[in-house]
């Protein structure tokens, strides 16, 4: 699999802004019944306060619905990794990480999981890390972003792939190599 780009898009997870936007709407609505056609239609009144307050709520989860997603594009110039984060057709960052210097690269969850819950899922406390010769410290691959994106565990395998093949004496924990066939 040698290919010159990588295209990876994040994942859309905003099921709960979704059903926000369908409760604030539908209560702010049943609260609004019948408010301007009777005789006791007080500008202030509480009812109408609290629709309006759950009408922005809905907004504010709209817009958050219609928020751009990011778009990273990996490609390698000379011996560098080159990672172009997009969000939308917006271009917001490019990262350059010397590929001859990554000793590990490995998929890991922010905080630790408990025994029942799975290895791999589409929470965005996953981050994927690397570590540089010579060095203790793992960093995040995506850079900063990376705390607020939805990733595949399909997209997570392809960026590893891609940059194994770069880069064959990069070490891959083996329950992670083993779980995407790298």
Do not use: C
Request: net charge negative; no cysteine.
């Amino acid at each position: 699999m040698r290919h010159k780009e990588l295209h990876v898009f994040e994942e859309s997870n905003h099921l709960f802004w979704g059903l926000i936007i369908l409760v604030a709407t539908a209560v702010g609505t049943y609260l609004l019944a019948g408010s301007f056609v009777t005789m006791d239609w007080y500008p202030f009144n509480v009812r109408q306060l609290l629709a309006l307050g759950l009408y922005a709520i809905s907004f504010t989860g709209i817009i958050k619905l219609s928020e751009p997603l990011y778009h990273f594009i990996l490609y390698f110039r000379d011996s560098d990794l080159m990672i172009d984060i997009k969000k939308g057709d917006l271009k917001t960052d490019t990262l350059r990480i010397p590929v001859d210097n990554l000793q590990q690269l490995k998929f890991t969850p922010h905080t630790s999981r408990d025994a029942d819950e799975a290895l791999f899922d589409f929470s965005t406390s996953y981050h994927l890390l690397y570590q540089k010769k010579g060095d203790e410290t793992f960093y995040k691959l995506l850079g900063d972003q990376s705390a607020s994106i939805t990733l595949k565990v399909d997209d997570i395998a392809d960026i590893m792939r891609f940059i194994s093949d770069k880069n064959p004496d990069i070490h891959i924990p083996n329950e992670q190599a083993a779980y995407f066939n790298l």
